[in-house]
């Protein structure tokens, strides 16, 4: 966009809100020297393993969020297989299960007394196929929610959509306390009536309440060109109350190439909840090739081939994408969690499949600031149970504004902001900076805001403000339009926020 073009471009008025430099939205142009990059997280320590009776090696969908009262819960579908003369058996039902932690590092399973399994109920399952009357449901396709919504009637703190079997459809259900959960609508003759039918919902169901929107928004798998053998891919649906939905959407990834979608894990960012990101499980299927056999767990992998060539070809990785309006994606075709070093356990498909939520959570290393935990599958079918491993990204740190050594800088368009001071969150090197000035729409220095008046910004903060010769109040030029100018060397910027 040319300066002509940006200067009467109209204003965008960021307010107060955090803008994490998750893609171009605010920027006219950047140097040569510039990219926005994508930051994958740090491995941590495995959290919990799928070691009960009730659980096994084929728990992958999971669900974690963070309650009032600081209890962080997971809820993750429970399954097993076992490979039997090229047949696949399931030795138990498919349930939801439930953990908790207090801290996103120590978790522990409850015994909850809700299910019967092997003759008692001193378990953690919370939901099994037969636990709701009237329909047979894929229990471990259940995202639970704590539902947000200021308008949430009494009893329905707690929501989800389940998918029924036959015919292929979505039933919202309702809890008040993220236990004991009944369905929303039944129709004639109490029979259960489904709110959404078309799609596969062959995996993980999610919905939240949208607050920056004002809307409950569902995400579910269906199958471009027709199941199963169509490309894996994604769609959205919006409801005023939970029942009635919209006709679902296919989501929208602009220039990115055509790729199969096993999840897609969608949900607003909390710390910027006008921005939804999306952490989905790609799926590859080169068919059995030479290199296969270079894999880890051959002897594994030609077994579960001979139930189906897939079981034992497919590998699947972890992407990063965020969007601002829930349709249209921005989704990096770069992996954000690779499958790693060939070791026992990895390379196997369902393997790093996010778990649907971010938790925030304390460092290991003492005074760091705190920082951002997800959870991630790996060892899927390949023994008796299986890992789920913690990661770790810095606050607002997926994508950044970065420069090399030579340095670079990039012009925002037009913006309008509320607030007195600039903060950042950005890294730099020891011989890295960051500079910011402020410019009138023709592009001319704002007097005591330019370039040479800034401040020689440097080292690693989550938060920081801007400064010049003259001070950090920006107050003169609140709901102005203006456009801001960065230089940076050796840098990232990853968020910034105008705030009091």
């Given at each position: 966009?040319?300066?002509h073009?940006?200067a009467h471009a109209?204003?965008?008025d960021?307010?107060t809100?955090?803008?994490?430099?998750?893609?171009d939205?605010?920027?006219?142009?950047l140097d040569?020297?510039?990219?926005?990059?994508?930051?994958?997280?740090?491995?941590q320590?495995?959290?919990?393993?799928?070691?009960a009776?009730?659980?096994?090696?084929?728990?992958?969908?999971?669900t974690?969020?963070?309650d009032?009262?600081g209890?962080?819960?997971?809820?993750?579908?429970?399954?097993?297989?076992?490979?039997?003369g090229?047949?696949?058996n399931y030795?138990?039902?498919?349930?939801v299960?439930?953990a908790e932690?207090?801290?996103?590092?120590?978790?522990?399973?409850?015994s909850?007394?809700?299910v019967e399994?092997?003759?008692?109920r001193?378990?953690?399952?919370?939901?099994a196929?037969d636990s709701?009357p009237?329909?047979?449901?894929?229990?471990?396709d259940t995202?639970v929610?704590p539902d947000t919504?200021?308008?949430?009637?009494?009893?329905?703190a707690?929501?989800?959509?389940v998918?029924?079997?036959?015919?292929?459809a979505?039933?919202?259900?309702?809890?008040?306390?993220?236990?004991?959960?009944?369905?929303?609508?039944?129709?004639?003759?109490?029979?259960?009536?489904?709110?959404?039918?078309e799609?596969?919902?062959?995996?993980?169901?999610?919905?939240?309440?949208?607050?920056?929107r004002?809307?409950?928004?569902?995400?579910?798998?269906?199958?471009?060109?027709?199941a199963?053998h169509?490309?894996?891919?994604?769609k959205?649906?919006?409801?005023?109350?939970?029942?009635d939905?919209?006709?679902?959407?296919?989501?929208d990834y602009?220039?990115?190439?055509?790729?199969?979608?096993?999840t897609n894990?969608?949900r607003?960012?909390?710390?910027?909840?006008?921005?939804?990101?999306?952490?989905?499980?790609?799926?590859i299927?080169?068919?059995?090739?030479?290199?296969t056999?270079?894999?880890p767990?051959?002897?594994?992998?030609r077994?579960?081939?001979?139930a189906?060539?897939?079981?034992?070809?497919?590998?699947?990785?972890?992407?990063?994408m965020s969007?601002?309006?829930?349709?249209?994606?921005?989704?990096?075709?770069?992996?954000?969690i690779?499958?790693?070093?060939?070791v026992?356990?990895?390379?196997?498909y369902g393997?790093?499949?996010?778990?649907?939520?971010?938790?925030?959570?304390?460092?290991?290393s003492?005074?760091?600031p705190?920082?951002?935990?997800?959870?991630?599958t790996?060892g899927?079918?390949?023994g008796?149970?299986?890992?789920?491993?913690?990661y770790?990204?810095?606050?607002d740190?997926?994508v950044?504004?970065?420069?090399?050594?030579?340095?670079g800088?990039?012009h925002?368009k037009?913006?309008?902001?509320?607030?007195?001071r600039?903060h950042?969150?950005?890294?730099t090197?020891a011989?890295g900076?960051l500079r910011?000035?402020?410019?009138?729409?023709?592009?001319?220095?704002?007097?005591g805001?330019?370039?040479d008046?800034s401040?020689?910004?440097?080292?690693?903060s989550?938060?920081?403000?801007?400064h010049?010769?003259g001070g950090d109040?920006?107050?003169?030029?609140a709901?102005?339009?203006?456009?801001?100018?960065?230089?940076l060397?050796?840098a990232?910027l990853?968020?910034?926020?105008?705030r009091?």
């Amino acid at each position: 966009m040319s300066n002509h073009a940006t200067a009467h471009a109209r204003p965008i008025d960021i307010g107060t809100r955090l803008e994490p430099l998750i893609d171009d939205f605010l920027f006219a142009e950047l140097d040569d020297g510039l990219d926005l990059r994508l930051h994958p997280p740090v491995k941590q320590e495995v959290v919990l393993k799928t070691d009960a009776p009730c659980e096994g090696n084929a728990c992958l969908y999971r669900t974690v969020f963070q309650d009032e009262d600081g209890r962080i819960r997971m809820y993750y579908g429970a399954w097993h297989y076992v490979m039997d003369g090229g047949k696949m058996n399931y030795p138990h039902p498919y349930f939801v299960c439930y953990a908790e932690s207090r801290d996103g590092k120590r978790w522990n399973k409850p015994s909850l007394g809700l299910v019967e399994f092997e003759g008692n109920r001193r378990n953690n399952i919370v939901l099994a196929p037969d636990s709701l009357p009237g329909i047979d449901i894929s229990a471990g396709d259940t995202a639970v929610f704590p539902d947000t919504n200021p308008a949430c009637q009494e009893g329905a703190a707690y929501k989800a959509l389940v998918p029924g079997g036959s015919p292929r459809a979505l039933y919202a259900l309702q809890s008040p306390d993220g236990f004991n959960f009944s369905l929303m609508r039944r129709g004639a003759e109490e029979i259960p009536d489904p709110v959404i039918t078309e799609g596969y919902f062959d995996s993980l169901n999610l919905a939240f309440w949208d607050e920056y929107r004002g809307e409950y928004r569902a995400y579910f798998r269906d199958f471009q060109g027709g199941a199963p053998h169509g490309v894996r891919g994604i769609k959205t649906a919006t409801s005023p109350d939970f029942l009635d939905w919209s006709q679902p959407n296919w989501l929208d990834y602009g220039d990115s190439p055509e790729q199969p979608l096993y999840t897609n894990q969608i949900r607003p960012y909390s710390r910027a909840p006008h921005i939804l990101f999306g952490f989905p499980m790609r799926y590859i299927d080169r068919g059995w090739v030479p290199q296969t056999d270079n894999l880890p767990g051959l002897e594994y992998r030609r077994e579960r081939s001979a139930a189906h060539p897939r079981y034992g070809s497919v590998v699947t990785d972890g992407l990063f994408m965020s969007s601002r309006d829930g349709l249209n994606f921005k989704r990096w075709g770069e992996a954000y969690i690779r499958p790693g070093p060939n070791v026992v356990d990895s390379w196997v498909y369902g393997d790093n499949c996010t778990a649907w939520g971010l938790i925030e959570t304390e460092p290991d290393s003492p005074g760091a600031p705190p920082e951002l935990s997800l959870y991630v599958t790996e060892g899927y079918w390949t023994g008796r149970s299986m890992n789920l491993r913690r990661y770790t990204t810095r606050i607002d740190g997926f994508v950044s504004l970065h420069a090399p050594l030579a340095g670079g800088s990039c012009h925002t368009k037009p913006l309008i902001f509320s607030g007195r001071r600039l903060h950042l969150n950005f890294a730099t090197s020891a011989a890295g900076s960051l500079r910011v000035e402020f410019q009138d729409l023709e592009g001319r220095p704002v007097p005591g805001f330019s370039l040479d008046e800034s401040d020689e910004i440097f080292g690693d903060s989550i938060d920081r403000v801007a400064h010049w010769a003259g001070g950090d109040d920006l107050s003169a030029l609140a709901g102005c339009p203006v456009r801001i100018r960065f230089a940076l060397r050796d840098a990232d910027l990853y968020s910034i926020q105008f705030r009091e």
